[in-house]
């Protein structure tokens, strides 16, 4: 249960949209892999989404920022290139992180990949956790 509940505060946060400066990438059906680690618990997860043209051009900036709000964090950029955006976590408390940093990178026009430390808060234990994320395009949009 705590490695599906972990996942799951991740991938609201990581659903395939767009990154770069501006991302650039090409709209279509995208896939992400998604890995978060606990301690020693483990847990993968894939998910499918349609990537619209209005993300295909969100800046690393903002797709930070959504990342970080779909944890119940915020973020605050600590450094870009043209194909990367590294950000500090500070996350609420109702939120099961609680802080962190994560990292950006646009692969190409069809790929972007994202790893992250973290803080964990479960029942009063501080735990590290990681985030690790393969998103790629797969195709055109299902309907």
């Given at each position: 249960?705590?490695?599906?509940?972990?996942?799951?505060?991740?991938?609201?946060?990581?659903?395939?949209?767009?990154?770069?400066?501006?991302?650039?990438?090409?709209?279509?059906?995208?896939?992400?892999?998604?890995?978060?680690?606990?301690?020693?618990?483990?847990?993968?997860?894939?998910?499918?989404?349609?990537?619209?043209?209005?993300?295909?051009?969100?800046?690393?900036?903002?797709?930070?920022?959504?990342f970080?709000?779909?944890m119940?964090?915020?973020?605050?950029?600590?450094?870009?290139?043209?194909?990367?955006?590294?950000?500090?976590?500070?996350?609420?408390?109702?939120?099961?992180f609680?802080?962190?940093?994560?990292?950006?990178?646009?692969?190409?026009?069809?790929?972007?990949?994202?790893?992250?430390?973290?803080?964990?808060?479960?029942?009063?234990?501080?735990?590290?956790?990681?985030i690790?994320?393969n998103?790629?395009?797969?195709?055109?949009?299902?309907?």
């Open positions: 249960m705590l490695k599906h509940l972990l996942c799951l505060a991740a991938i609201g946060a990581i659903a395939p949209v767009a990154t770069a400066v501006p991302g650039n990438f090409i709209t279509g059906q995208w896939e992400t892999t998604l890995t978060v680690t606990l301690g020693k618990l483990s847990d993968t997860q894939t998910l499918s989404e349609c990537m619209a043209p209005e993300e295909a051009n969100q800046s690393m900036e903002g797709l930070a920022e959504e970080a709000g779909g119940g964090c915020t973020s605050e950029i600590t450094g870009t290139t043209a194909d990367t955006v590294a950000f500090d976590l500070s996350c609420s408390p109702e939120s099961v609680t802080e962190g940093r994560a990292t950006m990178t646009r692969v190409s026009s069809t790929g972007f990949t994202l790893e992250g430390e973290l803080g964990a808060d479960i029942n009063g234990q501080l735990m590290p956790a990681t690790k994320a998103s790629g395009r797969v195709g055109t949009c299902e309907s």
